[in-house]
């Protein structure tokens, strides 16, 4: 884990911003500004040694960017998954003609098959925690007078573990436990699976409840069409029950699947299912056919990504009575989710199920307030999530959040102190290269009474002041004059730290960008905020 965040902590280019571009920008615009940052940098226009060193660095990075947003290929793969993608091997038999959709989904299993391969022999471990609770009492007393009793119904307990042997063999280990009113039981499996062209063979070995033979694989017939079956064989004492089940599964169309499912046991089925997902929503529909009951079920998520939440209805109406479920999912940090939901039916009568996720791991707790639809039950299952979360999410969450974000900025400080060392020096570098430009473009702006920059500071403010800090700022008026372009500044919604002549003065603190200047010898002064476009005169 440490690793990833190490990574994910680590400074990226932008080479868009390097040549103050915007993220639309054509093959003109990225040619006119490779050439007019060429005529700074290139090695040609300097002649002392000094200088010559500086000029280069500079102009190897305006090289890297100008080719990397000149390639269309390259431009995609930067666009989708950052710098990082150019320097993910494999990239050179992707297609060019692909989407940016494509080419993530192609980085991301690249991306993969180098982390399969450097952890080939670490275990990917799973599990989930279930504990009933009983709290019907609390608003169906059986004695008044008596306090309400909370008890733990039953409880639940699995976990597996998958162990790589080779990049195609696999073992998977997985348990169970199960308690309940006193008595419980469980069980213990162990698989091999082996990869295979386009599909999949598993063996399994089991025990707990009799001995269990099983055997299952699956295989892509088509880009649209996937199968799985196999059988199970459970030897007890009163002899051997067998179990066979496949599944079929057609993609309809772009974000839409329909599955075919049959299991012949002692619970035989039909199954029918359309899943249909995009980025907004996800609607599920499914018609069991068997034994003991017969129902169907439909369900709709609504996705609302940039609260990081999940809204969820679902309904179940069969021969076993009905069902209504609503709820939310909600994401609390990068591996972790919060869910909670409130079943409605009879006979189960009213449920209020929360759940854990944490990576791999889940807690659920099924809380069973009444055994019939009780209004007051309904109400307090619907409103105490909520008030829970907000007392949870302002005592706790947010502060350890916040903390977090600290940690996280002071590792990124040292893990990148070399990189923020060494852009400190380029930026002093391209600074010094410009002032040559820098003279140029101020006379001539002068002279036509245009945009003429007088002081621009990029860097930190002290709180409930107006005055930089000292430490966290620095001078950029030369490379603000030198943006300017027939009396016009224009720099696009990204880091100004980006920009040559710029470096970031404090990783993971809120920057501004004050430029104080004239526009027919008339004063202004603007701050900008470091993400923020600005467009001078405005």
Sequence with gaps: MASDNESDAELDENYYTFLNLPRDATPEQINTAYRKQSRIYHPDKHQDPESKKKAEM???????????????????????????GLKTEGWEIVHRTRTPAEIREEYERLAQAAAERRLQQRTNPRGNITINVNATEIFT????????????????????IEAPITRKDMIIMSGNLYSSNGTGNGGFMIAGRRLLNKGFLEVCLGAGNGFL??????????????????????????????AVFSTLAVQLDKHTIGSLTLNAGPQSSMTTQIDHSNDQHTISTSFVLGTPH????????????????????ATKVGTFGFLGEYGVEKKVSKYSSLIATVSIGVPSGVILKLKIIRSNQSYVFPIHLSDEIVPAAVFYA??????????????????????????????????????????KLEAMAAIHLMQSTYNRILNEEQVRK??????????????????FKPEASHDVTIPIQCLVRDSVLQLYDSSKSDLPGFFDPSLGDDKILRI???????PKTVNVKDNEPVRLPG
């Design 58 to 84: 500079m102009f190897n990075r305006t090289k890297r960017a100008y080719e990397v947003l000149s390639d269309p290929h390259q431009r995609a793969i930067y666009d989708s998954v950052g710098e990082k």
């Design 141 to 160: 007393p059986y004695d008044e007078s008596d306090m309400p009793r909370v008890e733990i119904g039953s409880m639940s307990i699995a976990q597996s």
């Design 213 to 242: 033979l099983g055997l299952k694989g699956g295989r892509t017939l088509t880009s649209k069409v996937t199968v799985n079956g196999g059988t199970n064989m459970n030897f007890q004492e009163n002899g051997v029950i067998p």
């Design 294 to 313: 017969i129902y169907f079920t439909m369900s709709y998520t609504r996705k609302m990504l940039d609260n990081e939440m999940k809204l969820k209805l």
């Design 382 to 423: 619907s409103v105490t999530p909520i008030i829970a979360w907000f007392f949870v999410k302002k005592a706790i969450m947010d502060p350890m959040e916040a903390d977090r974000k600290n940690i996280e900025v002071e590792r990124s400080k040292r893990q990148n102190e070399q990189r923020l060392m060494a852009k």
């Design 450 to 467: 245009g945009l003429v920059i007088k002081r621009a500071i990029y860097g930190c403010i002290i709180e409930d002041s107006t005055q």
């Design 516 to 522: 104080e200047y004239t526009y027919n010898d008339v």
